[in-house]
Every structure is written in C-alpha cells, then in structure tokens.
C-alpha cells in the first residue's frame, strides 16, 4: 500500500514537474523575451599614420558586453574579425566570460592589427586626403542564456560595429549592432 501510494506520488511530482517546465519555458520565450544584448567597442585615439608604426601593432581595446535580461549570459570563447573593405586587418580574440542579469561587463583584451596591410591598401591611399576612414568588425559569439541557474539555452550573438577613425584628431569611433539567436 505504502509502495503503491509513493508511486502516485512520484507520478504526480512528475507531472507537477513537466507543466512548470512548460510554463517556465513559455514565460521565458514570451515575458521574458531574451532582449538583444547591448555589446560597445571602445578603442583609445590611435595614430595609424605614425611613422614609427610596424606592420603589426597590438592595439587594446575595452569591450563593454552589456546585458539586459533577468538572465545570466555566458560568453564562450569567440573571435572579432576587423575588415577594411574586403580584407582582414585585425583579429581580437574574445575571452569566456558570464554576464550576470541586467549589468555590464568590461573585457579588456588586444586586437592584432595588420596595420601594414591596411595602409598598402590602394583604397586606404585615396582617403588619406579626407583623413578619415571605416572599418568593419564581425564577431560570432556562441554562448547560453541562463535563467533561474538552471535552465541554459544554447544561444549565438551576432555583433557588427563600424569603427570610424578621424587621422586628424586619432579619435576612433564605434558604433555596434547585436544580435541575440537562441537554440532550442
Ligand atoms: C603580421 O601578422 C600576419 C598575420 O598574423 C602574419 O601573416 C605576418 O607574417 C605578420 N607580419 C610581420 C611582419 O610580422
Ligand atoms: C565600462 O567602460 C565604459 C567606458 O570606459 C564606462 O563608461 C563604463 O562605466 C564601464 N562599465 C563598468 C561596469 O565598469
Ligand atoms: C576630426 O577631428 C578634427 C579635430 O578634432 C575635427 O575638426 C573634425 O571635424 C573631425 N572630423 C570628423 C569627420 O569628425
């Protein structure tokens, strides 16, 4: 009797267990709709007409991954891609990081810049006289989006930033788009 009644309630609990899964799952797909996280480069004045400069610089940089969820958001680790037009010019690789619920997190980290093939690139050449020029940076970053610690949903972060840098004053501006995918 006593074995029977601990079977109804394991079946019960199960049940019980599967509709909140059901409900959990709902909510986080509609009242708390994973918002696009807000990710901003921010790379100090540069001067990329130094005489000095070698081909390949190590240019720091901040990246400031902001996330505005009521989960948390685990970063693995990932790579941003520079473009100048059609070419690769920088590599920034992109450490594992977790960021908790609806905060910001700084990476510092350095980009590996081919600055040599930038400037022998005919298309930098005719901006020189406008002293400004843009860059492109592309970055895929895989992770998962934690709520409650143990509901983790496999997710990508789509990032694109036009980073535009003013010769005149070195100042290099940023200006970047996120894109939040989840996998289920
Ligand atoms: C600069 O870096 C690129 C890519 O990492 C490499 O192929 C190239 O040989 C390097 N050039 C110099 C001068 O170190
Ligand atoms: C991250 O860096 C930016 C720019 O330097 C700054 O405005 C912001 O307050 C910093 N955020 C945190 C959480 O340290
Ligand atoms: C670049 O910087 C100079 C000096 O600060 C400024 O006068 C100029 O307007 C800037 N150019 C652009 C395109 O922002």
């Known amino acids: 009797m006593a074995k029977k009644n601990l079977k109804v309630c394991l079946g019960v609990s199960a049940i019980l267990f599967i509709i909140l899964a059901i409900i959990t799952i709902t909510l986080i797909f509609t009242v708390f709709k994973p918002k696009d ?49 059609e070419t690769i010019v920088g590599i920034v690789p992109i450490g594992s990081h977790l960021v908790p619920p609806r905060s910001q997190l700084n990476v510092s980290t350095n980009a590996n810049f081919m600055v040599g093939k930038l400037i022998e690139n005919p298309l930098f050449l005719a901006e020189l006289p406008g002293m400004k020029f843009t860059m492109v940076s592309k970055a895929e970053l895989p992770g998962k989006v934690i709520i409650l610690k143990f509901i983790k949903v496999k997710s990508m972060v789509y990032n694109s930033c036009d980073i535009s840098v003013n010769m005149t004053s070195n100042n290099v501006e940023s200006n970047c788009q996120s894109k939040l995918k989840m996998f289920t």
Not at 68 to 80: E, L, R, V
């Open 37 to 85: 996280p807000n990710i901003v480069v921010h790379i100090a004045p540069y001067n990329f007409l130094s005489p000095d400069i070698a081909p390949n610089i190590t240019l720091p940089l901040v990246i400031t991954m902001g996330n505005p969820n009521y989960g948390s958001f685990k970063f693995n680790n990932g790579f941003s891609y520079i473009h100048y037009h």
